[in-house]
């Protein structure tokens, strides 16, 4: 059957099975890892088995969201609406978005899609961006260098952290999206070196997140988050020893390399309070830490007058310093993201600062004309307009 449906295809449609037919069941289609850029065969079970039954498919992960158990649906979000089908036995004329549940009762055929209308794709991007760095592609493109896209990679991410806020949203989706972007670019310039590629991205990150959760993928058994914790940082404690001795055995030298830090991987240039929550939650699991919060509050009270104590500018900077780094430490016993709670105090003085100048406006004078208890009483007035609206 299946010998006959491609040689209709390849008669009526031009399908050549060099450029790599799928050949997916109608019936566990929302399971199937679709490339839109690919030959498509969707063929009712019963055409693929012999006795055929009843299946109850998962959605593909990845594919999971919006319309995930439609399989017209995920058509829908992975071709154009105006992409033809072929209906085997039947006059051409039909589209994607004409497609009813009554259409995959008989197999059909979808041929393959320009590679950058298969947006939906996970290859879409990769494709998209090696053509902007073609010779006739975009001239900024091939301008960047992995030095010039830092600072975009930083913005990106910043983008992103602040759409958290909301949650699960459409804008949420579109800057994960160009977050990625910047991991497809980078990728892509690492692969015209002849370094590595997306695959091996993919490949390394894969990899080491099964390597780190053995109590998933293997026979471990870790029943808390702080049991994964705990977990992860003896694995990565074990591969920075592996590493050091395989270091070692390249130079030849026969001395072991200095293992590195637990430490070392976090960035110099991450913002400072959650570079400070990080370095310390890492330390505490390591069981380097204090007994209970209770020490640390009475440090955050001897931070406090040390600072006061200080007797010169840089004995300030250095005390001031230390209590951040205990106040950070306060946040991480409280479950608190101190990084998170220090943005929600910037947006906080914004909005109630706006509505000091707001009230002084109204008053008809400017700020730098009014004595602090004038402020004072703007401010208060700030936070009441905040408690009733």
Not at 173 to 189: K, N, Y
Request: with cysteine; hydrophobic share 45%; proline share 6%.
């Amino acid at each position: 059957m299946l010998d006959a449906l491609v040689a209709e295809a390849r008669l009526r449609w031009g399908l050549d099975p060099a450029d790599g037919l799928q050949v997916f069941a109608a019936e566990t289609l929302v399971g199937a890892p679709i490339e839109p850029s690919r030959p498509l065969l969707i063929v009712p079970l019963a055409t693929l088995r012999a006795e055929a039954t009843a299946v109850d498919a998962a959605p593909l992960p990845g594919r999971a969201g919006p319309s995930s158990r439609d399989p017209l649906g995920l058509l829908a979000r992975l071709y154009p609406a105006d992409h033809p089908v072929g209906r085997f036995g039947a006059a051409d004329g039909a589209t994607v978005a004409a497609l009813t549940p009554t259409s995959l009762e008989t197999p059909l055929y979808v041929g393959p899609v320009a590679p950058e209308l298969a947006v939906a794709g996970p290859w879409a991007m990769p494709w998209i961006s090696a053509r902007l760095r073609q010779p006739d592609g975009c001239p900024w493109d091939r301008e960047q260098t992995h030095q010039s896209l830092r600072k975009h990679l930083l913005e990106e991410a910043y983008e992103v952290y602040d759409a958290l806020e909301a949650g699960a949203t459409p804008e949420l989706a579109g800057e994960l999206g160009d977050l990625w972007l910047q991991v497809v670019l980078h990728a892509q310039l690492a692969a015209e070196e002849g370094v590595f590629d997306l695959a091996d991205v993919q490949g390394a990150i894969a990899s080491k997140i099964v390597r780190r959760h053995p109590h998933v993928f293997g026979n471990a058994v870790a029943k808390t988050a702080s049991d994964v914790n705990r977990q992860w940082e003896r694995i990565k404690a074990d591969e920075r020893a592996t590493a050091a001795e395989a270091a070692a055995a390249a130079d030849g030298s026969g001395t072991t390399a200095v293992v590195k830090s637990a430490l070392d991987g976090i960035s110099p240039s991450m913002p400072a309070l959650a570079a400070s929550q990080e370095m310390q939650e890492r330390a505490a699991n390591l069981g380097y830490d204090w007994p209970s919060i209770d020490g640390v509050l009475d440090k955050v009270v001897e931070e406090a007058e040390e600072l006061r104590d200080a007797a010169n500018d840089a004995e300030t900077a250095e005390e001031f310093g230390d209590l951040m780094f205990v106040l950070v430490n306060v946040a991480r016993r409280r479950g608190i993201e101190a990084e998170a709670a220090v943005r929600a105090a910037n947006a906080k003085f914004r909005r109630r600062f706006a509505s000091v100048e707001r009230g002084a406006a109204a008053q008809g004078v400017a700020l730098r004309d009014l004595d602090f208890d004038a402020l004072d009483a703007l401010w208060d007035a700030a936070k009441a307009e905040e408690k009733t609206s």
